[in-house]
Structures are given as structure tokens and as C-alpha cells.
């Protein structure tokens, strides 16, 4: 409880609040109101000048309580409580009224702004009044971080952090890490080898002694919160002990199952037992117990016969490892949008209309085709060549709203490309406008269109048609105002990009959030781009949207430093403004228990509810739920808002 | 005040029930043996208005009030009996919350027996009409309490607090077995159409029980019963309106996720039938519900 | 007019002498028709927890409510269910015998049952012990002591565990003891007294008969007599109500039970009533101060009831509910300590009610015609303490000692044309 000696600090936020409010009014006022023994107004309480004069009156009139007048709590709040600690106030006994957000932005008479602006001040000196000192939770943490998924992102979040000290679980879904750029064939805008930048990363992550790599793995349940996390992954079985394979690749050759190959998008088959990719890591051989005839029983079990190293075991069995971790980074990446969707051009339907991805096998050295461009139909070489742009992306009538952004710069790469080999060869790119809003990227494209051996033709494709022989690709060019057809050998839809299977259910068990496209959502989309609402988990990469390489391993190296803010803690403080039970009321009629969304209160054998401070966010739901009134929020207690109540409503002396 | 030497009853057109209570109770010879009685008027004419007026200021020390008021009669005679009596005790729901007859109020003013007071008021609790020192509550109040209020009030050796009622800080919930669940609750049940499961909270269950917002003290004899509490003991310290409280306490247990949750939980409150009778049954004449506004029944 | 919207006790507070008619006229709350009003859009399952604070035997009330529960949502209750019931309604009625007989108000004991409870024959404690003891019975069979609330249409919320169905049976065995005492303490100081009481009233009787025609202190069929002991109505509820509510003049309770049914339902009680006929006379029987001989009758008879019902009940809460079907209309009529009780309740399908009507014992027809024909006209300008000690004198052969009712305090009220008092007379 204050004694009565409380200051208030009207902010004038430039014009911003200055031009509504008479603050010198509201300070003047301020000044008579019981308890205030100071008051004044500034033109930014939030610099460094204004923080001073709230220091300096703690200290000359011995406040025991502070009111800011100013922006959202939610702004400045943090920064003035640091102020006044500094000088030995409690942090908790400061307290901002909002008297721009919800005064001078939304009033336009400054007579009754001003008004309003006494009254929510007044009431926060009610509260401040009646504030306690509170000191933060101390709360003791692992030091683990987990990292979901091991693309380019995931990869550079797990070295980042591993490198720091601390000890990191990747966990990737598939049987290799690498994700989709171990797919490409190379980047741009500065075509190196995607593989060769790629595998020392994939490498480094495998090798480092810090970090625990569990592929085919995915993560089935969490509990906990930040610093605390328990988390439950569940490893399937590979059938295959990769410290003995030897990759002889002896057990493929006999299998006797073929079915389409993940990692070349479906352009060629594999086995049911196989290797993922040439630098797949672990380099292992893999059994696909979904394509395989039965391994339990089992049915065939020759690859196990022609085994000379005996690393086939088919009694291996799913793992279910739990890990205690601190902090959590998901990097699940993305996929493209089935192009089945596309009937108009035949997605999904024409073999000769294939997906960027496809494309970037096709013309992979290693990829299906061994590099030399051919049409899946009737294996002919391409001489013709369509582009199309905005494959499902900025579509918001039937596709996906938003702009894919990497499209433009990897068509211009993949026309590059082909003239690159086909020097010959007709490459059309039909496109809306062009985005390549990357460092370097712009040269790129406009060095590639500017060359003229690729035709950029402006307009949307109306239709395709599979002509046997050929495709004929129907569209306008909105420069000439010209209908425009043309007959390739083959097309290259850019698809959108969508967040990964199963991102939204992933969501869900972490209890974070997606955002209207599914992608996961970021706490706040420019100050707090990788941070999540959920404390603790973070997310980078093509999971939080559409990006190329630079932006994902960016983000990654983000994710990275904020989950080592966490790590580095000596322990973790909590906000002390949470829930208590009074256990003279509570008569454990367990409301409260399914009143709070974050399963902090339960009521004990003792028949007592009992609130677990450091899930509480002190949001109150069940201190309003509580039929007996034994629920208080520490300072934002009953008689706090009562008293509030009258100081707003009351009339005036 | 030393130890109280006389008690009166005066019981205000109740049902009877509460002067049965004190009948029946086991500390009715140890009052008797303790006090003087002056007066067990079981109904309004037992004693009258002129008779009371005969004693002293303060002569009684003890005066149990028990009935509601509803009347500008009756409340002449509360204001009287204030004058006589050192100390009064509002003894049961109709003295402590206008209790049952409180329902009454939202009748239609035409059926209603009863003038309505100088202030337009029908049947109102005790302390609306003059100070009331303490509370025993229940409908009628149970053996227990009642045996607390004649042990603190006539043979202890100092008078309780004013302020005291003779019953639980807790609610009633702290006395009732039952196990809770962790599951919401998505429907409203009754307690005649479908029999509830006898180990579990029937709140939890979907029945609307004021254990929650209703003092303890009578060992949840009505859940013990299979039976939801119907709040007579009237509400907790912290309570300002017992009827309200377990409205929105439900609103609280009341859960659907999914696009059409909120829909789904709006349907379920407001399939509760007869909010006034289930959630003030004792209680209207205490609460904010003043009269029916609407008489279209 | 302090009238009594829930509370439409028949209470015989004050005798009014019309100064217009200068006749005596027994002034009565006013009925039960407030009820109606008072239960609409009221649960119908809160029925029986709301009538049984109107004043009236409140065990008696919830019973009768439940029975028309039963049958507004046609609900026969399972066999566990009705022993439980009569155990209740036995103990309800034992209660009011009880009350009635021997309390007074406090200051003020006199009259017959003073006779008895100030005599050596029951020490005043044990009539005490007596009464908790059955409050203690109401809430092991009940729940609740005063106002038991188990009962639900189509039977009980609840049933008795070993323990407490052991401990009931021990209850009603020592309320049985009690009862046979009172009987024999009954004769021999309180017979003299009925026996110089000679009011004398011939009226219709309404009661409850159970299947051997004998009375009934539960269920059954109500009959109505007149005062020969023919029968006007057998067991046709809608020819009852309609009498009961008419104008004519009738008789209630143990006096009018022992005027239509075929003696006592159980062996004790009839041995102690046919010991009573030897001294007063078999029925049709007149005398208003047999009521209180009658009442000590029914005390042993509601024991004995009790322990029988007791005796075939099984430990254990199953089989005690009948499935409901959809609510409708329902009328039940059933025996009370002073007399019949009639509910009838429509229900909507939702299960709130719509309307109702509730009929209870009214004693005071019966105490109007015995001032009618014993104290006659009087003059309100002319008041003789004979008079007014006339008036006493029927009241208390109906009221010796009934609380909560009518204490000893008597006042007698003038009022003119308007209703307005015109004088007041108060025995000191
Ligand atoms: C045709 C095409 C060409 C491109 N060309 C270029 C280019 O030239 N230059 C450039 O900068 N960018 C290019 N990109 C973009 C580039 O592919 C991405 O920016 C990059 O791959 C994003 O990496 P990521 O780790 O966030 O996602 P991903 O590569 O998708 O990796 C995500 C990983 O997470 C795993 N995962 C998913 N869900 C789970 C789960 N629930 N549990 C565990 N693991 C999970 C996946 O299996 C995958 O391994 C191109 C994209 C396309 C489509
Ligand atoms: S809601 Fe209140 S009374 Fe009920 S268990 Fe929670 S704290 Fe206790
Ligand atoms: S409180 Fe209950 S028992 Fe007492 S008089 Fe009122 S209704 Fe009757
Ligand atoms: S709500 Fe009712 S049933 Fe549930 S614990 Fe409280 S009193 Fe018991």
C-alpha cells in the first residue's frame, strides 16, 4: 500500500497526445488529487530526459508510487518500471494510464479528452495506491533446445545454438535431413550448387557433439512452459542400423517393391527399402514399412538375406524418447501447392506440365534425368519452354491471397538454365509483374531478361491444352493488348508455396497460432518476427511464410539468439502479477480450473485450488469465474478496481 | 453487553417452519434454561404493534426475527421491535434474504395478496427495513447452526461480532463429497429427468448447484440427497448477488471449441429454464431483481 | 389486510364478530389460491420444495406434490420407492400428532396434552426425545429433518444404506414405545376430560380409505360421508374437489376418519381405538374432543406404519425411480395429520408448470359452524366475559394446544362494513 506520496507524469508524445489533451490541465489537476505529492507534464516521458525526471522525483519526493500518463502499457511499461527500480521504487508499483490509444487518438473535442484523460489517470492512482511490492517468480530451466524440422532452416538454428554450449534435439520428419534445398539444383542469384553449399551444414549438424539428431522422428505431445518444456517425440523404425549400412545398396536391388520417389517428385521410382538421397544424412538405407510387402509378419524379408553386414533388423520397434528442453524452435518448412488444383493447366493431369520442383530435378545433374531436359511423356527433348508464373499464389478468388515471392527469381534461374543448355531453345515467361526484391536478385532477372533470349511476356495464361506433341499455351499480353498462343514441349508451373503438411495440427500441440493462410504466426509481424504468443517457442523459415534461403537461414540465426536468451538465464523470472487463492473462501468448487485457458489452477486433495505461478498469466479468467470471490490477481484486486470504478465514474469534487 | 437475560421470537407470516426449527432443536431447554422468554409469537396478531410498544427501549436482548417483511404493517412492527430489543437475529431465508416468498415479487401484480409498501416494494429481507445484528440463515435453518447460535449467542460468555452468521465461510462445495471433473459442461440437466451420477459434482454434471455461491454449515445435506443445493443459506461473505454469481460461474464451465462454440454455449445457457427459481430461489427480494417488467408471462 | 400470498395457512388467529351481522365468524388467512400464481413457470421438479413451505404439514405437502408429480408425468413408482414414501408420510404425520398434542406455547401450558406432558405419566423430556427423535427419522428417510426432499416424480432420489435403514428401524421401534405410551398415559388423564367435553356437531366427513376401506393416514381413496355415515362420494376426485371447495360444511381429520373408514390399519392402533368405542361410542361419532383421543390413536398407528413400511425395505439406492414420460396433468389427494390434501398440477412439456391448485385441511369450516351453533349471535356492543369465555371454549376444544397454529392467546376483533376494527377484546 502506498503511504500517499504518489507522482504522476503526464506524457505529451509530441503532438501526439498534446493536440487532444490539455496534459498541463490533467497535471494540474493530478496535483490535488489525495495521495499525489507530485505531478508534471513532458513532451516524451519514454526518453531518455523524461525517464530522468521520473528518477529524479522518486528519489526528492520519496514517491512510493508512480503514474505514467502516456501511451499503451504495452508500449512503455517495461521501460519507465526499469526507470524507477533504478532508483529503488518497485517495479510494481508503477502504473501507466492509456491516455493516447484510447484518449487522444479516439476523441476529437479536446474538452472531453481532456476529461477522460483525469479520469483514467485518477484511477491509476487508485490502483498504484493499492499496488503491493511484488517480486518476480524465480524459476529454474533446462538448457536443451528443440528444433523441429531440418531443412536449411532448422539446420542453422541447431548449429547456431549448439555452438553457444547449449545442448540442441533436431527433430525431422523425413529420413534425411537437408528439407528442400537439398532438392534444388542451384540457387540463385549466384547459381552456386545448392548440394555443395547445402551438405557441409547437413555435415556440421551431424558431427556436432552438441546436437542429437532424430530423423524419421516427429514430435507427438508438449507440456510445460518456457524453460520447461517436456516433450515427447515418437522415431519410427527404419528397419536399418546405420552405423552398419554400408550402402551397397545390394537390399534394393532385390526388393521387390517399386514406388514413387519423394525426393525427385515423382519423376522416378524407388524401392521399398532405399536410400533417401545420395548425401542423405544419416546415410543410410531406409525400409518404407508402408511400401514394403510386411515386416510385421513379415512377408518377404530377402533384403535381410542379401545383408552382408546384417544391419537389416525388421524387430526394430517405434522409440518414444522425452526430452526436457528450455526453449523450442519449429522450422517445418513448406510445400507446394498441389497443382491438381490447376485444371486449367492441366496440374496434375498433363505429364509434360510439370512443378518448379519438378523442373529443379529435371535439370539436376543427379536428379532423374541426369541433367538432360526431357518430357516425362515420351522422354523427347524440349525445345520449347513456358514459364508460368503465379501458379495459385495472388489468387485470392480461387487459390492462395498471397504473393509466393521466391518465384520470380528461381523462373528467372530456370530459364537461365535452359538457355543455358539449350542455347536453341524458345523459353516464353508469363508473368503479373515481376518481384525480386532480394539483394542482387533484380540484376539477376533484369540481366536475364534484358539478354532477350528469354521472351517475358506480361499477361496471365488463360489455358493449356495438350496436344500429343505438344502443349499449346493460350494467354493475353495485356502490353500489346495481344492474344497470345503458343506451342512448347513443356511447362513449368511456379506453384505457390503452402506451410507444410500437417503445420496446422503441429500448431495445435505446441499451442501456438496460424495465421489465415496456415502459416505460423509470428507474436508480432515487425517487432517480433520469430517470437510466438506462446513464451518460449519460436518459429523461422518458410514456416512463418514464404522466403528464399538468406531469409530462412536468417531467421534461423534469429530463432537462434532468442532461444539463447532463454538458455543463457541463470533462471527465469516470471511476472509476480498472477492468481491467488484465498483458502479461507476457495471450497474447491473447481470453476476456476476450467475457467483458466492456460491449465495453471487445479484444485488439490486438500479441496483447495491451487494456482501454478509460472503457467499463470494473470488474465484474471478465473479470479472472475470464482463463485466464492477467493480468486485475486496480485495488484489487480477487487478493491482495486472498485476503487478504480469510483475515481473514473465518480463526480467530481 | 453482558450476557443476554431475555429472548422474544417474533415469527412474520413465514411458514411456521422456522418456529419448528427452534421447537425441535436439542438446545431448546439449554435456551430456555439460559433466558427469560418474553414473548413466542408464531404469527403477526400473537403480538401486536400496541403490546409492543409497552416495553422499555432495549428491554429484550435478544429478539429472533423470523418471516420476511412485506408490508408497510410489518414493517412498523420491525421498526418497533428495533426499538425494544438490544440485538436482533434474522432467523432464516425469509428474514435473511426475503427467502422464498421473495418469488412473489415477480408474480404479476394482480395475483399478488399483498399492498405494496410506501416505496413501492413487496416483500423485502429484514435488513432492507431496520439494522440487523446477526444472521442465521437456512430454510428452515438446520439443527447445527442453529445449536451454534444458541451456544454463541446465549451461552457463551461474550456476544459473537455483530455481524456474525451462524454458518460456514465456506461454501458448501468445502462440505460435499462429490469428486469434480475436468471435462466442460455442455449441457443443462434435471435432477428428476435424469438421475445424476452420485459421485460426482453435480455441477460438473450440467445440474445448476448453488453450492458454490451458498454458504456451508448444513454438511450439503441436498447433494448428499442426489439433489443440486438451492442455495437457502444465501450467499458467501464475497457474494454480492448469489443468483448472478452462479449465472456467470456457469457461463465460465460452459465450453465449446470450434468455429460455432460460442453459438453452441449461448444455446446452452439459455436453455436453462426459470432463471429467477433456480438461481435466487431464496433470494430475489435480496437481489437486484426488482419486479417483472414484462407480464406476458 | 395482511394477507399471506404462500403462506395460506388456515391459522384461526383472531375471532372476528361482524358488527353488521353481529355474528361470530372464525376469521381465516386467505386460501391457497395464491399458489397458482405463485408456481407458474416454477420447475415442476421444485413443486414439492416449494408447497411444503406454505405453512401446511410440510412432509405431508412435499408428499401430496410428488404424488401429483407421478402422475403428471404418469409415473408408477417402483415398490422400494413407495415402502420409503409411507415410512414418511408415516413419520409426517406422527410429527403433527405429535405437535399438536403436546406443545403449547411455551409460557403457556395447559389444556389436555399439559394434562399429560406435566404429569408423571410422560415426563415433558421424553416428549422432547420423542419429537427429535421423528425430526431424526424425517431426515434419515428424507434428507432433510422439517422438510424432508428426496421425493421426485416417479419415486425417491435416494434410498437408505445398511446403516441408515438399521438405524431408521431403531428409530420407529422407539417411537412405537412412545406412542403406546401416550395412549395409556391418553386414558388415563385426558379420557375424563374428552368425556365432559359435549360439543356436539354433526358434519359431512372427508377422508382417505385404503383398499380395505379402513383409514388411511397415506394413500388410498378419498371418501365422503355424510353425518349418518352414508356414503355421498367414493373414491371420484373430480366430485371431491368440487365438494371440498363448495360451500357446505365438513369435517376433517381423525374425527372424520373415524367416521368413514372401517377402523384402524394396524392391530395395536385398533385394539387402543376399540377400547375407545367401548367408552364414547362407535361412528358416526360427534363429539369434537374425540379428535384428540383419535390423534393419540394415530400416533401408534403411524408407528406402527412406519416400522411395517421400514420392514420391507431393502438397503441400497437402485430400483427407486420410475422412468417419466412426457409431463401433463396430474391430481393426487392424500391423507395429512389434519386431514385431506388435494394438489392437482398442469405442467407444459418443458416441464415447468402452468397452473395448479392446492387444497388443504381446513379446519375452520368446521370451528365456524361449532361457533355457530354453540355461542350463536352475539352482540359486538355487548360483550360478557361469558361470552367471550364461550368462544374460548370451542376453540379450545378444537385447539387445546396447537402449535404453531393457534397458541393460547385469544382475541376477539369487531370490525364494521368495511372491514375496519371497530373494538378489540383480548382474554388476558
Ligand atoms: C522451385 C524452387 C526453387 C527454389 N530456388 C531457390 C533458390 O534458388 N534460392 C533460394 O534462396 N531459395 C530457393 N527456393 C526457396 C527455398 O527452397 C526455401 O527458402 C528453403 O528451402 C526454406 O527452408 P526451410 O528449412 O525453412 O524449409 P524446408 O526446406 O521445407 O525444410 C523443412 C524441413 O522440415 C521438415 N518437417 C516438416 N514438418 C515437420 C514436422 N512436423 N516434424 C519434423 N520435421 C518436419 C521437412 O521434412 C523438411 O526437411 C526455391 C524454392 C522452390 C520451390
Ligand atoms: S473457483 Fe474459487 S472456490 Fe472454486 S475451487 Fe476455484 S478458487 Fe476455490
Ligand atoms: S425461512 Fe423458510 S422455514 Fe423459515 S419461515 Fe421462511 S420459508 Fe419458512
Ligand atoms: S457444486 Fe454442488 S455438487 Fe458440486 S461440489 Fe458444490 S455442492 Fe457439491
Redesign the interface.
Known amino acids: 500500500m502506498s503511504q500517499g506520496r504518489i507522482g504522476v507524469f503526464i506524457c505529451h508524445c509530441g503532438m501526439n497526445i498534446e493536440e487532444m489533451v490539455d496534459t498541463h490541465r490533467v497535471a494540474e489537476t493530478l496535483k490535488n488529487y489525495p495521495g499525489v505529492v507530485h505531478a508534471e507534464d513532458y513532451d516524451y516521458m519514454c526518453s531518455e530526459i523524461g525517464q530522468q525526471k521520473i528518477r529524479d522525483a522518486i528519489v526528492e519526493h520519496k514517491l512510493d508510487g508512480v503514474v505514467v500518463a502516456a501511451c499503451t502499457p504495452s508500449m512503455h511499461q517495461e521501460t519507465f518500471r526499469n526507470a524507477a527500480e533504478e532508483v529503488g521504487l518497485n517495479r510494481y508499483r508503477l502504473e501507466v494510464a492509456n491516455i493516447r490509444e484510447q484518449v487522444s487518438w479516439v476523441h476529437t473535442d479536446r474538452e472531453v479528452a481532456t476529461e477522460k484523460a483525469i479520469r483514467l489517470t485518477r484511477a491509476a492512482v487508485e490502483k498504484v495506491r493499492m499496488d503491493d511490492d511484488l517480486t518476480p517468480i524465480a524459476v529454474e530451466h533446462a538448457t536443451k533446445c528443440l528444433v523441429v524440422g531440418g531443412g536449411i532452416t532448422g539446420i542453422q538454428a541447431a548449429v547456431n545454438v549448439a555452438n553457444n554450449g547449449y545442448d540442441v534435439i533436431l527433430v525431422e520428419k523425413n529420413p534425411s535431413i537437408g528439407g528442400h534445398m537439398a532438392q534444388l539444383s542451384v540457387t540463385f542469384p549466384t547459381l552456386d550448387c545448392a548440394q555443395c553449399i547445402l551438405t557441409p551444414r547437413m555435415v556440421e549438424a551431424s558431427r556436432h557433439p552438441r546436437i542429437k539428431l532424430l530423423t524419421y522422428s516427429e514430435v507427438i505431445d508438449v507440456s510445460g512452459y518456457i524453460g520447461n518444456y517436456t516433450v515427447k517425440i515418437r522415431k519410427k523404425p527404419t528397419y536399418v542400423d546405420p552405423d552398419k549400412c554400408n550402402l551397397c545398396n545390394k537390399c534394393a536391388e532385390v526388393c521387390p517393391v517399386s514406388v514413387s520417389e519423394e525426393f525427385n517428385e515423382g519423376l522416378s521410382q524407388r524401392k521399398a527399402i532405399y536410400l533417401p538421397f545420395a548425401q542423405a544424412i544419416p546415410s543410410s538405407y531406409v525400409l518404407d514399412e508402408d511400401a514394403c510387402l510386411g515386416v510385421k509378419p513379415l512377408r518377404c524379408g530377402r533384403c535381410q538375406e542379401v545383408c552382408d553386414v546384417g544391419a537389416i533388423n525388421y524387430d526394430m520397434a517405434p522409440e518414444i524418447i522425452t526430452e526436457k528442453v528450455g526453449a523450442i524452435i519449429l522450422a517445418t518448412g513448406y510445400d507446394l501447392y498441389d497443382p491438381s488444383n490447376l485444371t486449367e493447366y492441366g496440374g496434375g493431369k498433363y505429364p509434360d506440365v510439370v512443378t518448379s520442383l519438378q523442373f529443379e530435378r529435371m535439370v539436376h545433374p543427379s536428379g532423374p534425368m541426369k541433367g538432360d531436359l526431357r518430357r516425362p511423356s515420351d522422354g523427347r527433348p524440349v525445345n520449347r519452354i513456358a514459364f508460368v508464373h503465379c501458379a495459385g499464389s495472388r489468387d485470392p478468388e480461387r487459390h492462395k491471397p498471397y504473393c509466393s515471392r521466391i518465384c520470380c527469381t528461381y523462373t528467372a534461374k530456370q530459364a537461365l538454365l535452359f538457355k543455358k543448355s539449350h542455347s536453341d531453345g524458345e523459353a516464353s515467361v508469363f508473368y503479373i509483374d515481376i518481384r525480386t526484391d532480394g539483394k542482387g536478385y533484380e540484376e539477376f532477372a533484369q540481366n536475364i531478361i534484358a539478354s532477350q533470349r528469354v521472351r517475358y511476356i506480361r499477361g496471365k495464361v488463360a489455358k493449356i491444352v495438350d496436344e500429343g506433341d505438344h502443349l499449346t499455351v493460350w494467354g493475353a499480353d495485356t502490353l500489346s493488348g495481344e492474344r497470345v498462343e503458343i506451342d512448347v514441349d513443356l511447362v513449368v508451373l511456379a506453384m505457390a508455396v503452402v506451410p507444410s503438411k500437417g503445420t496446422e495440427e503441429m500448431a495445435k500441440t505446441f499451442h501456438i497460432n496460424v495465421d489465415e493462410n496456415g502459416f505460423l504466426k509470428e507474436a508480432h509481424p515487425k517487432l517480433r518476427p520469430v517470437e510466438t504468443t506462446t513464451a518460449g517457442v519460436f518459429i523461422a523459415g518458410m514456416a512463418q511464410g514464404p522466403k528464399d534461403i538468406p531469409d530462412s537461414v536468417a531467421q534461423g540465426s534469429a530463432a537462434a539468439a532468442k532461444a539463447i536468451e532463454i538458455l543463457s538465464q541463470k533462471e527465469l523470472t516470471h511476472s509476480p502479477e498472477v492468481a491467488t487463492v484465498n483458502e479461507e473462501l476457495c471450497s474447491g468448487c473447481g470453476v476456476c480450473t476450467r475457467a483458466c485457458p492456460y491449465d495453471a489452477i487445479k484444485v488439490e486433495r486438500s479441496g483447495i485450488a491451487v494456482v501454478n505461478e509460472i503457467l499463470c498469466s494473470g488474465c484474471g479468467a478465473c479470479a472472475a469465474a470464482c463463485p466464492t470471490g477467493a480468486i485475486e490477481v496480485k495488484n489487480d484486486r477487487r478493491v482495486q478496481y472498485a476503487a478504480m470504478l469510483a475515481a473514473v465514474l465518480g463526480r467530481d469534487e | 453487553m453482558p450476557k443476554p437475560k431475555s429472548v422474544a421470537i417474533y415469527?412474520a407470516?413465514?411458514?411456521?417452519?422456522c418456529?419448528?426449527?427452534l421447537?425441535?432443536s436439542?438446545r431448546?431447554?439449554a435456551l430456555?434454561d439460559a433466558v427469560h422468554?418474553v414473548f413466542?409469537a408464531?404469527?403477526?396478531?400473537?403480538v401486536t404493534q400496541a403490546e409492543i410498544e409497552q416495553y422499555d427501549d432495549r428491554e429484550i436482548d435478544i429478539l429472533l426475527y423470523a418471516g420476511p417483511v412485506?408490508?408497510d404493517?410489518?414493517i412498523a412492527t420491525a421498526q418497533l421491535l428495533r426499538r425494544v430489543a438490544k440485538r436482533i437475529v434474522a432467523y432464516g431465508a425469509c428474514a435473511h434474504l426475503g427467502?422464498?416468498?421473495g418469488?412473489?415479487n415477480l408474480?404479476?401484480e394482480a395475483?399478488?395478496?399483498?399492498?405494496p409498501s410506501k416505496d413501492g416494494r413487496f416483500i423485502q429481507p429484514l435488513s432492507a427495513v431496520i439494522a440487523v445484528d446477526y444472521i442465521l440463515p437456512g430454510?428452515?435453518p438446520?439443527?447445527a447452526m442453529i445449536a451454534r447460535m444458541v451456544d454463541e449467542l446465549f451461552l457463551g460468555d461474550e456476544l459473537p461480532p455483530a455481524g456474525t452468521v451462524f454458518a460456514a465461510?465456506?461454501?458448501?462445495?468445502?462440505e460435499c463429497d462429490r469428486r469434480?471433473l475436468?471435462t466442460?459442461?455442455t449441457a443443462i440437466k434435471?435432477?428428476?429427468?435424469t438421475?445424476p451420477d452420485?459421485e460426482v459434482?453435480l455441477?460438473?454434471q450440467g445440474y445448476i448447484c448453488l453450492?458454490?455461491?451458498t454458504r456451508?454449515g448444513c454438511a450439503a445435506?441436498?447433494p448428499?440427497?442426489?439433489?443440486p443445493c438451492?442455495g437457502c443459506a444465501g450467499p458467501?461473505?464475497?457474494?454480492h448477488d448469489q443468483g448472478g454469481?452462479?449465472l456467470?460461474?456457469l457461463a465460465?464451465?460452459v465450453?465449446f471449441t470450434g468455429p460455432d462454440g460460442q453459438r453452441r454455449e449461448r444455446e446452452v445457457l439459455d436453455s436453462i429454464?426459470?432463471i429467477a427459481?433456480?438461481a435466487y430461489?431464496y433470494s430475489v427480494a435480496a437481489s437486484a431483481l426488482k419486479r417483472r417488467v414484462n407480464d406476458g408471462? | 389486510m395482511a394477507a399471506n400470498w404462500i403462506s395460506p395457512v388456515p391459522h384461526i388467529a383472531e375471532i372476528v364478530l361482524d358488527k353488521a351481522e353481529k355474528r361470530a365468524r372464525v376469521a381465516v388467512r386467505p386460501s391457497a389460491d395464491g399458489i397458482a400464481a405463485y408456481l407458474r413457470g416454477r420447475l415442476a421438479e421444485d413443486v414439492p420444495l416449494y408447497v411444503q413451505r406454505t405453512g401446511t404439514d410440510p412432509v405431508a405437502a412435499h408428499l401430496a406434490a410428488v404424488a401429483a408429480l407421478d402422475n403428471a408425468y404418469s409415473a408408477a413408482p417402483p415398490e422400494k420407492a413407495r415402502h420409503l414414501r409411507a415410512a414418511l408420510a408415516a413419520c409426517g404425520i406422527y410429527y403433527h400428532h405429535l405437535l399438536r398434542l403436546f406443545f403449547t406455547r411455551m409460557n403457556d401450558a395447559s389444556g389436555v396434552s399439559a394434562l399429560i406432558a406435566t404429569g408423571e405419566a410422560i415426563p415433558p423430556p421424553d416428549v422432547m426425545t420423542a419429537l427429535q427423535r421423528v425430526r431424526d427419522e424425517i431426515t434419515v428417510l428424507g434428507g432433510r429433518g422439517l422438510t424432508p426432499e428426496r421425493g421426485v416424480p416417479g419415486g425417491m432420489t435416494k434410498g437408505l444404506n445398511e446403516d441408515e435403514l438399521h438405524q431408521a428401524r431403531t428409530m420407529a421401534a422407539a417411537l412405537l414405545e412412545f406412542a403406546l405410551a401416550a395412549e395409556t398415559a391418553f386414558r388415563a388423564h385426558g379420557a375424563e376430560w374428552v368425556r365432559k367435553e359435549d360439543i356436539d356437531l354433526p358434519l359431512p366427513a372427508v377422508a382417505v380409505v385404503d383398499e380395505d376401506g379402513k383409514s388411511s393416514l397415506y394413500t388410498g381413496e378419498v371418501r365422503v360421508v355424510d353425518p349418518r355415515g352414508k356414503v355421498l362420494i367414493d373414491g371420484d376426485l373430480d366430485a371431491v374437489v368440487k365438494f371440498m371447495t363448495g360451500d357446505a360444511p365438513y369435517r376433517v381429520g381423525p374425527l372424520a376418519r373415524f367416521n368413514t373408514g372401517a377402523g384402524m390399519p394396524t392391530p395395536q392402533a385398533q385394539k387402543a381405538l376399540d377400547r375407545m368405542v367401548a367408552d364414547l361410542g362407535s361412528p358416526p361419532l360427534h363429539r369434537v374432543a374425540a379428535i384428540h383421543w383419535l390423534s393419540v390413536i394415530e400416533l401408534v398407528a403411524a408407528a406402527e406404519l412406519a416400522v411395517a413400511a421400514l420392514d420391507q425395505l431393502e438397503p441400497g439406492d437402485s430400483g427407486l425411480r420410475a422412468p417419466l414420460s412426457a409431463p401433463g396433468t396430474g391430481t393426487a389427494a392424500i391423507a395429512t395429520g389434519a386431514g385431506v390434501m388435494v394438489q392437482r398440477l398442469a405442467l407444459a412439456a418443458n416441464g415447468l408448470v402452468t397452473d395448479s391448485q392446492v387444497i388443504i385441511p381446513q379446519l375452520e369450516r368446521e370451528v365456524n359452524a361449532a361457533l355457530q351453533t354453540t355461542v350463536g349471535d352475539v352482540d359486538p356492543e355487548q360483550m360478557s366475559a361469558e361470552t367471550i369465555a364461550a368462544i374460548e371454549g370451542v376453540i379450545r376444544a378444537y385447539q387445546p394446544a396447537f402449535v404453531p397454529e393457534a397458541p393460547f392467546l385469544l382475541r376477539i376483533t369487531a370490525r364494521g362494513e368495511n372491514g375496519a376494527t371497530i373494538a378489540q377484546w383480548r382474554k388476558p
Not at chain 2, 13 to 17: A, D, F, I, S, Y
Not at chain 2, 42 to 46: I, L, S, V
Not at chain 2, 169 to 174: L, M, N, S
Open positions: 415469527a407470516n413465514g411458514c411456521g417452519g418456529s419448528q426449527s421447537l425441535v436439542d431448546l431447554s430456555l422468554p413466542w408464531t404469527q403477526p396478531g400473537d412485506y408490508d404493517e410489518s427467502g422464498l416468498c418469488l412473489a408474480a404479476p395475483t399478488l395478496h399483498l399492498a430454510c428452515p438446520p439443527p465461510t465456506k461454501a458448501v462445495c468445502a469434480h475436468a466442460p459442461l434435471r435432477f428428476h429427468a438421475p452420485p459434482c455441477l460438473d453450492g458454490p455461491v456451508g445435506v441436498c448428499r440427497s442426489d439433489r438451492t458467501l461473505a464475497g457474494v454469481t452462479i456467470h460461474a465460465s464451465l465450453r429454464p426459470d427459481g433456480t430461489k408471462s
